[in-house]
């Protein structure tokens, strides 16, 4: 999962202090991994210096925790991209996945469409590797199916979320 | 839409009671071409079907089929285009109990108006290629799932369709004996350039077309044709 483009989508429904990022962030994507404050800082300097996000305010006190970071229209096209553009098919992509659906829902765009756009990658490697199953021998089969058996098992779980957007969007924007 | 489009469909509707199952869909295949139907159950995927095939008249919205509306023919004439130009493969092979396979995958021939003899002959091709010759005298009871779906594609490539309509065809089958299946029946089909338009809630089944088009509340969705 790319910590600074979900970082940058949060961004996107408005201005957050790094505490305030780090808290939403560990409350929505990272129940088994919460950010360190660390990641959060490196992070935010890196899309500083990209132009990606900008200072909105600094409150007294310093240091830059009191910083607080608003999203650039540089930073909104980044975030349009990342989500329109499908991850490359391999296991256990749900993570990134995931977090993708819930940051176009927040953020008001078609996560219906994102999960279609990924489904039809899946399926184009799906192909490929039921060609190569076909036209190749048994060991080549047995690479393929297990392959194939993964990214199935992605795509049932994109069927599911596909099937639950509605309850998902409330539930994600409560 | 391709240019090269053998059957299209714009703006279907079609309710039964107060249940949308299409609302407004679209589709379209080219000769050859190999198209897989997916959406969850009860998106509206097998209606779809029934109204490409003019098994069931749509309420709404068009079909065509090489250029002729088969939602404004009579039922006499959309059941002779289905004898001549269509072929059906369905989940439960739904093959004739009282005929032996040889007979039930000559059936579509001989009502198509072909002698005993050449009916039989030809559906004795299908049945070799499709590696169920050696089961032609037994009923359809007498054999196993997998052989008896084989032999409903006998029958279905049998006339020599130009689409062949295949919906969930090995969704009653295990997963080995249901990609051999597929395996024949997609090999049968680029072979003999029918198009398959074929249903499926399953991707490892929809790896086996060419594209997909998605089926969701009633609305298809072309991914291929939206790009």
Redesign the interface.
């Known amino acids: 999962m790319s910590i600074s483009h979900t970082l940058l989508g949060l961004l996107e429904t408005g201005p957050r202090h790094g505490y305030d990022l780090k808290q939403t962030f560990d409350q929505k994507f990272g129940h088994d991994r919460p950010l360190h404050y660390g990641q959060v800082y490196s992070t935010m300097s890196r899309l500083l210096k990209n132009g990606l996000v900008e200072v909105e305010g600094i409150e007294p006190g310093g240091g830059p925790e009191r910083k607080r970071y608003a999203i650039t229209d540089a930073g909104i096209t980044d975030v349009a991209q990342w989500l329109a553009r499908p991850e490359k098919p391999e296991p256990y992509l749900q993570n990134t996945l995931y977090t993708k659906v819930v940051l176009a829902l927040l953020t008001g765009r078609d996560a219906g469409e994102l999960l279609d756009t990924q489904r039809s990658e899946h399926l184009r490697l799906m192909r490929e590797l039921t060609r190569r199953k076909t036209e190749g021998d048994l060991a080549d089969q047995l690479i393929c199916d297990h392959a194939l058996f993964h990214l199935e098992a992605d795509l049932r779980w994109l069927e599911t979320a596909a099937a639950r957007l509605d309850r998902l969007a409330e539930a994600v924007r409560a | 839409m391709t240019a090269a489009a053998l059957l299209t469909a714009e703006g279907l509707r079609k309710s039964y009671g107060a249940t949308a199952a299409l609302d407004g869909a679209d589709f379209s295949i080219a000769a050859g071409e190999i198209v897989a139907v997916m959406g ?1 159950s009860g998106s509206g995927k097998s209606t779809l079907l029934h109204c490409l095939a003019g098994i069931v008249p749509p309420d709404a919205g068009t079909v065509r089929y090489r250029g002729r509306e088969v939602s404004a023919m009579s039922d006499a004439q959309r059941s002779a285009l289905r004898r001549a130009d269509f072929g059906f493969v369905f989940q439960f092979g739904q093959l004739v109990p009282e005929l032996t396979c040889l007979e039930n995958a000559a059936l579509p021939v001989r009502l198509a108006g072909a002698s005993r003899k050449e009916a039989e002959g030809r559906a004795r091709e299908w049945l070799r290629r499709l590696e169920v010759d050696d089961v032609r005298h037994h009923r359809p009871g007498q054999v196993s799932g997998g052989q008896g779906q084989r032999v409903a594609i006998a029958r279905a490539l049998a006339p020599s369709p130009r689409v062949v309509f295949a919906d969930e065809p090995t969704g009653a089958l295990d997963s080995l004996n249901g990609e051999r299946v597929l ?1 024949l029946l997609t090999e049968a089909a680029r072979e003999s350039r029918a198009a398959v338009v074929l249903v499926t809630h ?3 089944v ?4 060419d594209r ?1 088009v ?1 089926v ?1 509340d009633g609305r298809a ?1 072309d ?1 291929a044709g939206a790009s």
């Open positions: 969850p395996e399953e991707a490892r929809a790896a086996y077309s997909e998605v969701r969705r991914l």
